[in-house]
């Protein structure tokens, strides 16, 4: 039996079953054990989600920036007091250990949305002196919808992320993330319509990159792209988005690459970095080092120290409050 019921679609600030009848299986990496069965969203959803996306930006943009950020900082509220019922299902989607996601996974989502529903008094035009028989000016206008695709790695601080600069704005979003943690951007959904959001403005379309993910990119009612994954998804996304209606894209791809050690380096500060970069979330990360280069002078003492670190990790059960290491988020990362 899995641990949650049925996990179905967010569109129009309801849950709704898929169009298709299709569903995917999420696994607790830690032991296997079925999480849910989660619908999985087909073009006649995004269809439907681009639709309630469409009447619910225009309330949302025709609200005051005050009327905005009043919203926005409830919901930044709502996640600051269910933080840790959040952690806990993150690390049961994730692996990640609770001692990570209790103290950076929806804390650092939640100070991105404070952030931008702070900054968004400042979205403003400008007026322009050209010559004195004319009047030229500018103003800040939201694009209308944009579909962002999310990575599994942080979930739902990439959906933060993600949605935070664009509902400042003004606009809608259609969210797809991945097929693999999909669990807690549902819960997001939730928050964000009880928060105050107008239905439609934030949906949640869970789904395979080859089908929901690839329709996202190409919808011609869609403006924007945001996507996180690897460089050659990345690639494919761009020019999906670019080829069908000349979509703005925003790109956060894989930045794995060398940590550099100097001779002047602190070592202890450099094997803390070197931990973090290559043990934290378990390598999971985009700033993960996947080589490290020390002075060879340097090596024999930086090698004592980063073997004292290691021989601190606990492995084992993500939930419990020791753990510093979990599993890999699937099998197929093995």
């Known amino acids: 039996m899995p641990t949650f019921p049925d996990q179905l679609l967010y569109i129009g600030g309801r849950y709704v079953p898929s169009r298709g009848g299709k569903t995917f299986e999420v696994i607790n990496p830690a032991n296997g054990e079925l999480l849910a069965n989660v619908h999985s969203a087909n073009s006649d959803d995004l269809d439907a989600a681009v639709e309630s996306a469409q009447a619910g930006q225009k309330a949302w943009a025709a ?114 993330p991945s097929e693999v943690t999909p669990l807690t951007a549902l819960k997001l959904a939730e928050i964000f319509t009880e928060a105050g959001l107008p239905d439609g403005v934030f949906n949640v379309l869970p789904g395979d990159g080859a089908g929901v993910g690839s329709a996202l990119t190409e919808h011609p009612r869609i403006e924007k792209i945001s996507f996180t994954g690897g460089t050659a998804t990345g690639r494919k996304v761009m020019a999906s988005a670019s080829s069908s209606t000349l979509k703005e894209v925003t790109m956060e791809l894989g930045g794995k690459s060398p940590l550099i050690i100097c001779d002047d380096a602190d070592l202890d500060l450099a094997a803390d970095v070197a931990m973090m970069a290559n043990f934290y979330s378990a390598g999971q990360v985009c700033t993960n080092g996947t080589r490290v280069f020390v002075p060879r002078a340097k090596l024999a003492a930086f090698e004592a120290k980063l073997l004292e670190r290691v021989k601190r990790i606990r492995i084992g059960d993500p939930l419990a409050r020791d753990t510093t290491f979990g599993p890999l988020v699937s099998a197929a990362h093995m």
């Open 63 to 176: 609200l005051t920036t005050v009327e905005r950020s009043r919203i926005l900082l409830r919901a930044v509220e709502l996640l600051r007091e269910r933080n840790d019922a959040l952690a806990e299902l993150e690390s049961r989607n994730t692996g990640k250990a609770l001692s990570e996601t209790l103290s950076v996974d929806v804390v650092t989502g939640a100070d991105v949305l404070e952030y931008y529903a702070g900054v968004m008094h400042g979205l403003e035009g400008s007026q322009v002196p050209l010559r004195q028989s004319s009047f030229f000016y500018t103003r800040q206008e939201p694009l209308g919808v944009v579909g962002a695709i999310g990575a599994w790695n942080y979930p739902i601080q990439i959906a933060l992320w993600k949605a935070a600069p664009a509902l400042a704005a003004g606009n809608a979003m259609i969210f797809k």
